[in-house]
């Protein structure tokens, strides 16, 4: 018998989860089985329960101190794991990777700079910088690649433009990129001054063997103009915790970034945060290795599911299998033409795509152009779940 029990189902309402709380808010309805923001519907680690009970067991919650623990305990992880050396003086603790996007944008650039995302892409990529009066540009992924050629010209054209931030592996697509791709980016960026902002909180979910390359670590111009941020959240299921971390090897980065975040203390975990992190990245693998194997089955299982969904001879959904994380890119365009009737899709016609999904399927997943305009006719699954969460059906379309 399996150590964990993946199958389980926990009834998550009424537990804070905004995954249940806001599903009336976003999908007008609460009778539906949320697929969408990305945590897992897994019960954490009991490890990391286990050390914690000792902590709100004591019953006193005073004043917080980094355990001696944690940036070994994370340097650790990342060198085991990706295989990358990494020095502690490199580390800080980041109180979530959203936030420290926000704090490197905040101090790293000014009102009216510009930023490149590579959409489509995680949503807040483009939103933080937007909310703090930056400039956002995009360089759409092409045929699911970065395309560089693409950056290099329109960082020439629109320069300077002051900070890139790249998703490795890509969310909502699960692409690891290529090492090629990476040194070349790097050179890319390096040579036009524009800072890599590298979020990998998806990199320790490689799916089907794979294997995750860090950026900075692929060439020393990644190392001298690069911002790293992981955390233990997604892989360990404690993004509650806001726990996460940044690495930036170069100190003339390093050290002003640093000061700042401590002047203002954003770089001080709680004890949540700090004992979450060292007890997931020293005890937490094969929990974590279980749920990939878990969640390489919930994947073929809507291959499967998706591969007999068709109608006049087309597959109308095909999902890109993601080959990190657990989140799935579904392309539902051959799906989108059916319900709208023709074949050149528009943007006021995902409001068919997100129909369908909620009130015939009855799933909430995330609608695609919230990633971007390049989403029109995708949607994005959560398959961190007990595989009976994903045995809807679907219904069949005229
Ligand atoms: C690429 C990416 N970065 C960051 C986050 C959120 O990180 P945090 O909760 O630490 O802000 C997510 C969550 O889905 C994500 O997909």
Same mark, same amino acid.
């Given at each position: 018998?399996?150590?964990?029990? &993946?199958? %389980? ?7 804070? !989860? =905004?995954? *249940? ?19 897992? %519907?897994?019960?954490?680690? %009991? ?6 009970? +000792?902590?709100? #067991? !004591?019953?006193?919650?005073? *004043? ?8 070994? @305990?994370?340097?650790?992880? /990342? ?18 990777? =959203?936030? $420290? ?29 937007? $909310?703090?009066?930056?400039?956002? /540009? ?32 890509? #969310? ?13 980016? @790097? ?32 060439? +020393?111009?990644?190392? +001298? ?15 509650? &915790? ?20 401590? @002047?203002?203390?954003? !770089? !001080? ?26 969640? +390489? ?18 597959? /109308? =959904? ?37 129909? *369908? ?13 919230? &990633?971007?305009? %390049?989403?029109? $006719? ?21």
């Amino acid at each position: 018998m399996d150590r964990f029990n &993946f199958d %389980e189902i926990i009834d998550r309402r009424n537990t804070y !989860s =905004v995954k *249940y709380q806001a599903l009336k808010a976003l999908f007008g309805r609460e009778d539906i089985t949320p697929l969408w923001v990305a945590d897992m %519907e897994f019960r954490s680690p %009991e490890c990391i329960r286990a050390k914690l009970e +000792e902590y709100v #067991n !004591s019953g006193i919650y005073g *004043y917080d101190a980094e355990p001696p623990q944690m940036k070994p @305990a994370i340097a650790q992880w /990342l060198l085991q794991e990706h295989g990358w050396k990494v020095d502690c003086s490199w580390i800080s603790f980041i109180p979530g990777i =959203v936030r $420290g996007i926000g704090l490197a944008v905040n101090f790293f650039t000014k009102p009216g700079d510009k930023v490149v995302v590579q959409s489509p892409v995680y949503h807040p990529f483009t939103n933080v910088p937007k $909310g703090n009066g930056r400039i956002v /540009l995009r360089n759409p992924l092409k045929d699911r690649k970065m395309d560089l050629d693409h950056l290099d010209s329109m960082l020439t054209a629109e320069g300077p433009v002051k900070m890139l931030i790249l998703c490795s592996p890509h #969310n909502p697509g699960g692409y690891l990129w290529s090492r090629e791709d990476l040194i070349q980016l @790097a050179e890319i960026c390096h040579r036009h001054g524009t800072l890599v902002i590298a979020d990998e909180i998806h990199s320790d979910l490689c799916l089907w063997g794979n294997r995750n390359i860090s950026f900075a670590s692929v060439s +020393e111009k990644a190392a +001298e103009n690069s911002i790293t941020f992981g955390a233990p959240s997604k892989t360990f299921n404690i993004p509650g &915790f806001a726990s996460s971390f940044s690495v930036i090897p170069n100190p003339k980065l390093a050290k002003p970034f640093y000061e700042w975040l401590e @002047a203002n203390e954003f !770089s !001080s975990p709680s004890v949540f945060a700090s004992v979450g992190m060292i007890t997931a990245f020293t005890e937490g693998k094969p929990w974590r290795d279980a749920a990939l194997r878990y969640i +390489e089955k919930n994947i073929l299982y809507l291959e499967d599911k998706f591969a007999a969904f068709r109608a006049g001879g087309v597959q /109308l =959904v095909k999902p890109v299998r993601p080959q990190s994380s657990y989140l799935v890119w579904l392309d539902c365009r051959d799906l989108l033409r059916r319900l709208a009737g023709k074949d050149d899709l528009k943007p006021e016609d995902q409001a068919l795509l997100e129909d *369908y999904f909620v009130n015939k399927v009855k799933v909430g997943l995330n609608t695609g152009v919230m &990633f971007g305009p %390049e989403g029109l $006719g995708y949607m994005r699954l959560n398959a961190g779940c007990p595989r009976s969460m994903l045995e809807f059906d679907l219904p069949e379309v005229k």
